[in-house]
């Protein structure tokens, strides 16, 4: 039942994560989101995805903390710091060649947190997104791929209308219906 709830509500935070304009408060969803998922995948017994969210959970409380001014001053320690805390979960946790999936979604998850615009870090997780939900398919978690599923369509649409490829008040206007029926 917890596992329920955590996945619905990682998705939410996800969700909410993707349609967030600011740097900080794609941040501050990111963390929600992986809290749950972090717990979701405790619930499992996935202990490679948990240590890689406890690892995830630390980079993005890094970033989110760090002043604007002294992101590009602090992003190798901030990256090496939360690879070195990866590299040790992982190690302690290792069990097959499938855990290397969450390895490298962290990696993406990370390196896209080190940008300063908040569509570039969107555009990472994306990536990472994409990591997460393959893990799901070979484990087998169809809650989990269902949830990163939607998450990808959702990140995929807002991230397009925000780079101008997508116009849903256009799309949605009246004036387009009128138009429609002339």
């Known amino acids: ?87 040790i979960g992982f190690k302690i946790s290792y069990v097959g060649i499938a855990d290397l999936l969450p390895l490298a979604a962290f990696s993406m998850g990370r390196l896209s947190e080190t940008f300063s615009k908040s569509i570039n870090i969107q555009i990472g997780f994306i990536a990472s997104g994409s990591l997460w939900t393959i893990f799901a398919i070979t484990i087998g978690d169809s809650a989990a791929i269902i949830s990163n599923s939607l998450l990808l369509v959702v990140q995929i649409l807002c991230i397009s209308h925000k780079l101008g490829l997508l116009n849903f008040g256009r799309f949605f206007s009246l004036q387009n219906v009128a138009h429609q029926r002339l």
């Open 1 to 87: 039942m917890y596992d329920q709830i955590f996945i619905i509500a990682a998705t939410i935070f996800s969700f909410c994560c993707a349609l967030s304009k600011q740097r900080k408060t794609v941040l501050m969803m990111a963390a929600g989101a992986g809290t749950m998922f972090l717990l979701y995948w405790l619930t499992k017994g996935e202990m490679t995805a948990v240590y890689m969210g406890v690892a995830a959970l630390f980079g993005t409380a890094l970033q989110y903390t760090t002043p604007e001014k002294h992101l590009a001053k602090t992003l190798y320690w901030r990256i090496a710091l939360c690879f070195i805390i990866a590299t």
